[in-house]
């Protein structure tokens, strides 16, 4: 094997280093670049209180009427039918704010925007043709305080949404929103009012968890929410688990369960205490609750950390290195063998010439029994 075969054997064995390593972020990339098969754009009033905004930011009249129309699209080279669904922002347990059909919207609230808005709207669409749909959202006839947050959530009903399940990016490709934020008095500043509600043990996505509820009591989203939590043995006042979250958010007049997984760690029942604290810029907020683990929510979790074989599979990739390893070793050690093989091979090497100029030499100088009949 020559040097540049060695070559190759390099480049290869790099390349597939890099295919291995480099496969998912590539996946991840494409999914989040997935674009939607229709479009909608707000057509804002004259009432809009930000011009920079892209969403409806409008100021509304006690006992007022407010006409919202929204642009939709259909750039594709087929007919789709379309729903524009009125709906209330919520915060998910991802704890953030969203705008989805929900019917989580926290007592609390004076007035919704699924209340002051008219119905669901169904539009069919011809292959490239737009057109543009009407709500009507009335206000009460006492106002109200704060903000009314909702969106108009646009959706193709003919996709399936269970295939966005384990990818959120995906949810671009059958649904988008833009939200509806309404004030009587424009950019009202008021306290945040947030509270923790209950602490739970329940199961989430299958397993137990401790579900701490938090409910914003005010009318008035608010972000930069981070949480840290911590759960203590009562008894031993050792800490058991602990979760944090960072750069959250929750809509007006909402909740969300904050949820502790059990860890990796066998449990006992029993008393324990959370303790949580929250802050959003300068806010700041303390809560501590006790809540009891039952036997039984005991058992199942150390059961299922009992029964969890979940296979490590590092070693495959060990395995697939080391062979890779192998592989340019043996071709590296048949480039240097067949590298000497040519040498030994090579007559014009220094070795062969000098045994045949010996050979030549000792041919013509005389023998010595000759040397003595010269002389005799």
């Known amino acids: 094997m020559n040097l540049n075969r060695f070559k190759w054997w390099l480049v290869a064995f790099l390349a597939l280093i890099?295919?291995?390593g480099g496969g998912a972020?590539?996946?991840?990339?494409?999914?989040?670049?997935?674009?939607?098969?229709?479009?909608?754009?707000?057509?804002?009033?004259?009432?809009?209180i930000s011009e920079k905004a892209d969403y409806y930011d409008l100021k509304v009249q006690p006992s007022g009427s407010q006409t919202l129309k929204l642009s939709v699209t259909n750039p594709s080279k087929s007919a789709r039918t379309l729903k524009?669904?009125?709906?209330?922002?919520?915060?998910?347990?991802?704890?953030?704010?969203?705008?989805?059909?929900?019917?989580?919207?926290?007592?609390?609230?004076?007035?919704?925007?699924?209340?002051?808005t008219s119905g669901a709207v169904t539009v069919h669409l011809a292959a490239h043709q737009g057109k543009t749909v009407t709500f009507?959202?009335?206000?009460?006839?006492?106002?109200?305080?704060?903000?009314?947050?909702?969106?108009?959530?646009?959706?193709?009903?003919?996709?399936?949404?269970?295939?966005?399940?384990?990818?959120?990016?995906?949810?671009?490709?059958?649904?988008?929103?833009?939200?509806?934020?309404?004030w009587c008095q424009p950019n009202q500043i008021l306290p945040i009012n947030l509270k923790l509600a209950d602490v739970t043990v329940k199961k989430q996505n299958g397993q137990p968890q401790v579900l701490a509820k938090l409910r914003n009591l005010t009318p008035a989203l608010f972000g930069d929410l981070d949480i840290h939590a911590r759960v203590l043995n009562a008894k031993t006042g050792k800490q058991v688990l602990t979760r944090s979250l960072k750069n959250g958010s929750m809509a007006p007049n909402s909740w969300f369960n904050f949820g502790i997984g059990l860890g990796k760690k066998r449990l006992a029942a029993g008393q324990y205490t959370l303790k949580l604290h929250a802050t959003s810029g300068k806010r700041v907020w303390n809560f501590s609750r006790s809540f009891t683990l039952t036997a039984k929510t005991a058992r199942t979790h150390n059961a299922v950390l009992h029964s969890d074989k979940?296979?490590?599979?590092?070693?495959?990739?060990?395995?697939?290195?080391?062979?890779?390893?192998?592989?340019?070793?043996?071709?590296?050690?048949?480039w240097l063998g067949k590298r000497r093989?040519?040498?030994?091979?090579?007559?014009?090497t220094p070795e062969s010439t000098l045994t045949h100029t010996d050979s030549q030499t000792s041919s013509t100088?005389?023998?010595?029994?000759?040397?003595?009949?010269?002389?005799s």
């Open 18 to 20: 890099s295919l291995l």
């Open 25 to 48: 972020s590539l996946s991840a990339h494409a999914a989040e670049t997935t674009n939607s098969n229709f479009a909608a754009t707000p057509l804002l009033p004259k009432n809009q």
């Open 84 to 116: 524009v669904i009125p709906v209330n922002a919520t915060t998910s347990d991802t704890g953030k704010a969203v705008f989805v059909p929900s019917n989580r919207t926290d007592p609390s609230a004076q007035v919704t925007f699924t209340e002051m």
């Open 136 to 182: 009507t959202t009335k206000t009460p006839a006492s106002g109200f305080t704060g903000e009314v947050l909702g969106g108009l959530f646009v959706t193709d009903p003919n996709v399936n949404p269970s295939s966005a399940r384990g990818n959120l990016n995906l949810q671009n490709r059958y649904a988008e929103v833009v939200a509806v934020s309404l």
């Open 310 to 334: 979940t296979p490590n599979n590092w070693w495959i990739w060990l395995v697939i290195l080391a062979i890779l390893l192998i592989l340019l070793l043996i071709g590296l050690a048949y």
């Open 341 to 348: 093989s040519r040498d030994d091979d090579d007559p014009d």
């Open 365 to 375: 100088k005389p023998s010595d029994e000759a040397q003595s009949h010269l002389k």
